[in-house]
């Protein structure tokens, strides 16, 4: 199976939460990221959570961290159209002595008006 | 402007070319990667540079070819190539790959498409 899964798609209406999830595998990972990708363009980081942490707030952005399940959730609260993107979820696991990103497939959110 | 510049933006190719792709970054990180994205396929890691030395290759046929002269440029040589290989191709830097946090800067992506 794959390290990171995400559903490939979400719905929501303008002013609606979203939340996207994902499942990683590797527990060494110290830190687990959320990254958007905006059409013709590369990823941005949006947010990361530190992994002895199960919860992180930033304005309009929630992100839970459940260890147990290494489950990640990212919550957009009032989705507006801007929103509208690729989510990517990403762990870095410990291989040696590197650490390097590994992605999921990217949740595609559409905000419909 | 995420500090990441990758050239050309778009390409198109025959199966019998050789072209390269372009990725610059001065932001003085020193781990460099090539990632291939194609639709409904989670991002492929293809190639990973630490202090200019190849850390990974994932298996990546040897018709696509990385060189990496110094910590600020890398490169990805493409020869004699498959349709299936039309994707965009990302390039990304980040601090170290000794670094716990390894939050990753990308460019905007070079579009491929093979013929």
Not at chain 1, 80 to 87: C, K, L, P
Not at chain 2, 11 to 26: A, I
């Amino acid at each position: 199976g794959e390290d990171v899964e995400q559903s490939l798609f979400l719905s929501v209406r303008e002013g609606d939460s979203s939340v996207i999830n994902c499942t990683y595998t590797d527990s060494s990972s110290t830190y687990l990221y959320w990254y958007k990708q905006e059409p013709g363009a590369g990823l941005q980081l949006l947010t990361y959570i530190f992994s002895n942490m199960d919860m992180k707030q930033d304005q309009r952005l929630t992100v839970l961290l459940n260890k147990k399940d290494k489950h990640l959730s990212l919550r957009i609260a009032d989705t507006q159209t801007g929103d509208s993107a690729i989510y990517f979820c990403a762990e870095s696991p410990r291989s040696g002595g590197s650490y390097i990103p590994t992605f999921g497939r990217g949740t595609s959110l559409i905000v419909h008006p | 402007e995420t500090g990441v510049t990758q050239t050309p933006r778009h390409l198109v190719m025959g199966m019998t070319n050789k072209k390269s792709l372009k990725c610059e970054q001065h932001l003085g990180h020193n781990a460099m990667y090539w990632y291939k994205q194609s639709a409904k396929k989670p991002l492929e890691l293809m190639f990973v540079y630490n202090f200019k030395e190849q850390t990974e290759n994932n298996s990546v046929p040897s018709r696509f070819s990385p060189e990496c002269p110094n910590s600020s440029h890398l490169f990805l040589h493409l020869h004699t190539l498959q349709p299936e290989d039309s994707a965009l191709y990302l390039c990304a830097s980040s601090q170290a790959l000794t670094d716990l946090n390894t939050e990753a800067f990308f460019g905007q992506g070079t579009r491929l498409t093979v013929v």
